[in-house]
């Protein structure tokens, strides 16, 4: 059975690649998600582009597992040199755009939940999302799905780990801040230049430590991603627009964050987008964390940010691919890290299950 599951998980990994689902645009997908589970006649649930299901014996009394992972996209970069939108096989590599990111993972995780659907006297009920919106954070991802599957206690995240077992992940604000001066001509002296003013600004945001540092997760990181300022070369302008990125280990709320930011960072304003996107993580005995470690599975932090950040339950990322691959050009899977994948979630979930 799991190797009829891994070649029917590789071949709509396939189809997945070859038809494009980029963020808020991944009707084509979530239907190719569907017909996998009509091909069986497992019922499912379709909620705009997420596709969800539990298992056969559902039950009310246990307590509840997630299963996710993504089907949409970022748009492919123009370093590409193979068609993004062809599933081409080279060197036991699949090749395509969301084959790594996190294609792989879905399938794996897809084939995974069939191979447990219908047994019963399971100690979890199983529910799967194949999930919309996570590459753009969008309103309409798993985020707006927690109000409409049933309770989950623990998750699994689908995300590319090379099966290692990511405990914790880092949370993300983004913050808009200004660096203000007096806009003058350029032709005339000015000692408020809100461009020069903003070279001590970004030699603050370089050298500033938080000083919480995770075990799991490690430093909190701020990088200045985004600098904007001027509309013409005789204007000095009256500000500078910066974006800051942080990312939150588990050691502070991002309330806090912005707390400390507000209070202490040098700029006229500072000003954040969103808290929703929090760290995560699952306590080390967790059973599902001893069962990934009694499989040989290794523990670490992980610093990307995924649809793990919208969930307030433990939580574990993992799943075939590597990270590194994400977002790149040529991006590919290598087939065996699928079969890997299905390998030990289906062995992992044995142990708990």
């Given at each position: 059975m799991i190797e009829k599951l891994t070649t029917d998980a590789i071949a709509l990994l396939k189809k997945l690649i070859e038809t494009p689902s980029f963020s808020s645009e991944e009707d084509e997908t979530a239907t190719l998600v569907?017909?996998?589970?009509?091909?069986?006649?497992?019922?499912?649930?379709?909620t705009k582009n997420n596709v969800w299901a539990t298992n056969t014996y559902f039950d009310d009394s246990k307590p509840t597992l997630l299963l996710n992972?993504?089907?949409?996209?970022?748009?492919?970069?123009?370093?590409?040199?193979?068609?993004?939108?062809?599933?081409?096989?080279?060197?036991?590599?699949?090749?395509?755009?969301?084959?790594?990111?996190?294609?792989?993972?879905?399938?794996?995780?897809i084939a995974t939940f069939t191979y447990f659907y219908e047994r019963p006297n399971l100690n979890y009920n199983l529910v799967l999302v194949a999930s919309a919106e996570e590459e753009s954070s969008g309103p309409n991802g798993l985020n707006s799905m927690l109000e409409i599957i049933p309770h989950i206690d623990v998750a699994i995240v689908?995300?590319?780990?090379?099966?290692?077992?990511?405990?914790?992940?880092?949370?993300?604000?983004?913050?808009?801040?200004?660096?203000?001066?007096?806009?003058?001509?350029?032709?005339?002296?000015?000692?408020?230049?809100?461009?020069?003013?903003?070279?001590?600004?970004?030699?603050?945001?370089?050298?500033?430590?938080?000083d919480k540092v995770s075990a799991a997760l490690g430093e909190v990181k701020m990088t200045v991603s985004q600098i904007n300022a001027g509309k013409q070369h005789n204007a000095i302008p009256a500000e500078v627009d910066l974006v800051v990125?942080?990312?939150?280990?588990?050691?502070?709320?991002?309330?806090?964050?912005?707390?400390?930011?507000?209070?202490?960072?040098?700029?006229?304003?500072?000003?954040?987008?969103?808290?929703?996107?929090?760290?995560?993580?699952?306590?080390?005995?967790?059973?599902?964390?001893?069962?990934?470690?009694?499989?040989?599975?290794?523990?670490?932090?992980?610093?990307?940010?995924?649809?793990?950040?919208?969930?307030?339950?433990?939580?574990?990322?993992?799943?075939?691919?590597?990270?590194?691959?994400?977002?790149?050009?040529?991006?590919?899977?290598?087939?065996?890290?699928?079969?890997?994948g299905i390998e030990i979630y289906i062995k992992l979930l044995k142990k708990i299950l």
């Open positions: 569907e017909l996998w589970f009509e091909k069986r006649a497992m019922p499912y649930t379709r992972s993504h089907h949409d996209t970022v748009k492919p970069n123009t370093a590409y040199t193979k068609d993004p939108f062809k599933a081409i096989v080279e060197d036991g590599k699949l090749f395509g755009l969301g084959s790594n990111d996190a294609g792989g993972c879905l399938v794996s995780l689908g995300e590319p780990t090379l099966m290692q077992l990511a405990i914790a992940e880092k949370g993300l604000v983004v913050f808009d801040a200004k660096v203000k001066g007096t806009p003058s001509h350029a032709a005339h002296p000015n000692d408020d230049n809100a461009i020069y003013n903003s070279i001590e600004v970004l030699q603050w945001f370089k050298n500033y430590k938080f990125d942080v990312r939150v280990n588990d050691c502070y709320t991002n309330a806090e964050i912005v707390e400390i930011l507000q209070s202490e960072s040098p700029c006229s304003s500072i000003i954040p987008r969103s808290l929703r996107l929090n760290s995560s993580s699952i306590p080390e005995d967790h059973a599902l964390v001893k069962a990934g470690i009694a499989l040989g599975r290794s523990t670490y932090g992980s610093p990307t940010l995924s649809d793990q950040a919208t969930l307030t339950c433990p939580s574990l990322k993992l799943g075939p691919g590597d990270s590194t691959r994400s977002h790149s050009a040529d991006e590919f899977i290598y087939i065996s890290e699928i079969e890997e």
